[in-house]
């Protein structure tokens, strides 16, 4: 029941952020790879997977580079 549970998370997570994890498997094949910048502001341009700090600012810690 619970790997159930689990796996419905990870899939509705997956589901919900797909057209992000397509952009990032397309940028590796050309070559990109992750960085860590440590915690920086978002940028509203790229594509990304924002984390919320306790004061409701959204962040990145890793960027996909060349």
Do not use: C
């Amino acid at each position: 029941m619970i790997l159930f549970a689990v796996s419905m998370i990870a899939n509705l997570f997956l589901f919900q952020n797909r057209e992000f994890f397509n952009t990032a498997v397309d940028e590796m094949k050309d070559g990109a790879s992750w960085h860590y910048v440590g915690p920086q502001d978002l940028d509203p341009t790229a594509k990304a997977l924002p984390l919320e700090g306790g004061n409701g600012e959204k962040y990145i810690l890793w960027k996909l580079k060349k």
